[in-house]
């Protein structure tokens, strides 16, 4: 009896031991959809002659991620965007567009983000999870006039439609290795190509419960970069903390739910003048079954 009861406590620890593991890996099904939904709500500060302007900005994306087919390397997939909200006040003025709303679709900003939806991004994910840059096909980049340009890159970067971003569904963990609770790895980001911008981030294994691993993170992010809008070259410096929770699905392998909370200081330098610059965004995204 004696030997049993000790052969049932190694069994069980077996099981709790491997339950306090994760390996990073997509274990998907040909056919399934999922809804990619991603939501920033942001204020920024800008000081200049003595006044402080506020701009309050909000975002949402509402894509669809389709399972094509299963392949050698991986799975062929679709991510397509559905919908996209966008509101700002700017200096008393209002900037608003709803692509299910036709008077925003023939509007202004209707001319720049209408070729963003409706129209799918193709491409294949390994099965580490990775998504293979080479098969990343993207629907043409929006055109906008050169004040605004910077302005809607940003705006489609919180938004996961930034070029180069097939899915946000998806993790880039540096490699497949499993993970013990307490484990952590680093991911580093840096853009040269319009300026200097840099992202390290660190995240952390917390926990590992009802199948999902919940993950915790900080990091920093800085950013030079030249701007030009109305004849104005503008030089912006900026510094960014960046924490949050990212919960990923063991049994898919997808992104659950990831939430991070940006604050940023910086300056912008325009015709000899400095203006301060602060701003707090919360970015949210939610990945679930299609209905």
Request: avoid cysteine.
């Amino acid at each position: 009896m004696k030997k049993n009861v000790l052969v049932l406590m190694a069994v069980a620890a077996g099981f709790a031991a491997t339950a306090q593991t994760f390996k990073p890996a997509v274990k998907l099904e040909a056919g399934k959809k999922y809804n990619v939904n991603t939501v920033t709500k942001a204020n920024m500060t800008q000081e200049a002659m003595g006044q402080t302007m506020e701009i309050p900005i909000e975002t949402s994306a509402y894509q669809l991620l389709e399972i094509k087919a299963a392949a050698a390397e991986g799975y062929q997939s679709a991510s397509t965007t559905q919908r996209i909200v966008f509101s700002a006040s700017v200096m008393g003025q209002e900037m608003n567009y709803d692509s299910d709303k036709k008077e925003d679709r023939e509007g202004k900003m209707g001319e720049t983000m209408n070729n963003m939806v409706g129209k799918p991004t193709t491409f294949t994910v390994g099965k580490d999870g990775k998504i293979i840059e080479k098969t990343v096909v993207k629907p043409e980049a929006p055109k906008a006039e050169a004040g605004q340009a910077d302005m809607m890159s940003g705006m489609l970067s919180n938004m996961g439609l930034a070029q180069g971003i097939a899915s946000p569904a998806f993790n880039l963990f540096p490699d497949n290795k499993e993970m013990k609770i307490g484990d952590t790895f680093v991911e580093s980001v840096s853009d040269e190509k319009d300026g200097k911008t840099k992202t390290t981030t660190t995240y952390k294994l917390a926990a590992i419960k009802d199948g999902i691993a919940e993950f915790e993170f900080t990091g920093n992010g800085s950013i030079e970069k030249k701007m030009e809008t109305q004849g104005m070259e503008m030089n912006v410096v900026s510094a960014t903390k960046l924490s949050g929770m990212m919960l990923v699905d063991i049994a898919t392998g997808l992104l659950s739910k990831k939430t991070t909370t940006t604050e940023t200081t910086g300056n912008i330098e325009v015709s000899g003048m400095q203006i301060p610059i602060t701003g707090k965004a919360t970015t949210t995204v939610e990945v679930a079954p299609a209905k």
